[in-house]
């Protein structure tokens, strides 16, 4: 059974960088399986994937043309985690932050959440 | 807007059968796999359905889902009180190379 634990600041001033890290129980960040992505919930926006990294052989990145010019989703093998960073933040970027995963053939599957941060960015 | 479209609302009695749609396009449900999830007020989703019809294991068979060309169906029957929350659909957008996700509905069990 995986399990993400979420951590990282609930408060971001404006044109700072939001910074949180899932860690990862349960799985690997470098498995052949797995998929680790972010999505975040705001009543203005709904769900919104934001991206996600995964390990194929070599690592690879995909994320939201909304957010691709501000966004960094790094694993960290070292901690078996993996964390979000979004640059440049605006009072829009307010939401609650999810890490997911999922490790079926479909890899849009998100059978795992983390606990979900609530992130205010205001000054 | 969301990508994938929902009704805001549905609402049925408790022991009857609901439907929540979730319409796309080729680029969307078309050509690739749709996933539900349920959102209980306060928690992260939980994933109902995927690959347009398949249960994870402890999803009860009240749950079903299907797809016909751009468009996604869930169905509850037996509802119960305990069902009232949000439902989303996801599927993977290929010329966005993204996943998106239906506005949610939130059903009533009256």
């Known amino acids: 059974q995986v399990q993400l634990q979420q951590s990282g600041p609930g408060l971001v001033k404006p044109s700072q960088t939001l910074s949180l890290t899932c860690a990862i129980s349960?799985?690997?960040?470098?498995?052949?399986?797995?998929?680790w992505n972010w999505i975040r919930q705001s009543p203005s926006r709904g769900l919104e994937w934001l991206g996600r990294?995964?390990?194929?052989?070599?690592?690879?990145?995909n994320y939201a043309v909304s957010v691709k010019s501000r966004i960094t989703i790094n694993p960290d093998t070292s901690k078996n985690q993996f964390s979000l960073q979004l640059n440049s933040v605006t009072p829009e970027d307010t939401a609650v932050y999810y890490c997911?995963?999922?490790?079926?053939?479909?890899?849009?599957?998100?059978?795992?959440w983390g606990q979900g941060t609530l992130v205010t960015v205001s000054s | 807007q969301s990508v994938l479209t929902q009704p805001p609302s549905v609402s049925a009695a408790p022991g009857q059968k609901v439907t929540i749609s979730c319409s796309g396009s080729?680029?969307?449900?078309?050509?690739?796999?749709v996933s539900w999830y349920q959102q209980l007020p306060g928690t992260a989703p939980k994933v109902l359905i995927y690959?347009?019809?398949k249960r994870p294991s402890g999803i009860p068979d009240r749950f079903s889902g299907s797809k016909s060309g751009t468009s996604a169906t869930l169905g509850i029957t037996g509802l119960q009180t305990g069902d009232e929350a949000d439902y989303y659909c996801?599927?993977?957008?290929?010329?966005?190379?993204?996943?998106?996700f239906g506005g949610g509905t939130k059903l009533t069990v009256l």
């Open positions: 349960g799985d690997s960040v470098s498995s052949n399986s797995g998929v």
């Open positions: 996801g599927t993977w957008h290929s010329s966005l190379n993204a996943v998106v």
């Open positions: 690959d347009n019809n």
């Open positions: 997911a995963s999922g490790s079926r053939a479909t890899d849009t599957v998100f059978d795992y």
């Open positions: 990294t995964y390990y194929r052989s070599k690592w690879h990145n």
């Open positions: 080729s680029s969307n449900i078309g050509n690739n796999y």
